[in-house]
Nanobody, 121 residues
């Protein structure tokens, strides 16, 4: 059974940091790309970042460049999203998703259930 389980969300003040984790199982982790998406109430889902486990390439949305860092521990089949200098507009449910490559659409093959991140001003 394929599973993607997010953890590490919570409440933080503006300017603070959180690290999200996405633990994967049930598929060949090294062959997949893992992406982070987020969705705020009343807004469309937004791609945040992606890492290709096959070649290590990373991608970031302009809104998080310089503040968020994605990384992967292939031995643990876990992807991390380090979020620094958080802003109230980063408040959203964050989802990790897996597919064969990082791409700009939303129809990734596997999805986690999400983790709430709330940034207070």
């Amino acid at each position: 059974e394929v599973q993607l389980v997010e953890s590490g969300g919570g409440l933080v003040q503006a300017g603070g940091s959180l690290r999200l984790s996405c633990a994967a199982s049930g598929f060949t982790f090294d062959d997949y790309a893992i992406a982070w998406f987020r969705q705020a109430p009343g807004k469309e889902r937004e791609g945040v970042s992606c890492i290709s486990n096959s070649d290590g390439r990373t991608y970031y949305a302009d809104s998080v460049k310089g503040r968020f860092t994605i990384s992967s521990d292939n031995a643990k089949a876990t992807v991390y999203l380090q979020m620094n200098n958080l802003k109230p507009q980063d408040t959203a449910v964050y989802y990790c998703a897996a597919d064969s490559t990082c791409w700009g659409g939303y129809d990734y093959q596997y999805w986690g259930r999400g983790a709430q991140v709330t940034v207070s001003s």
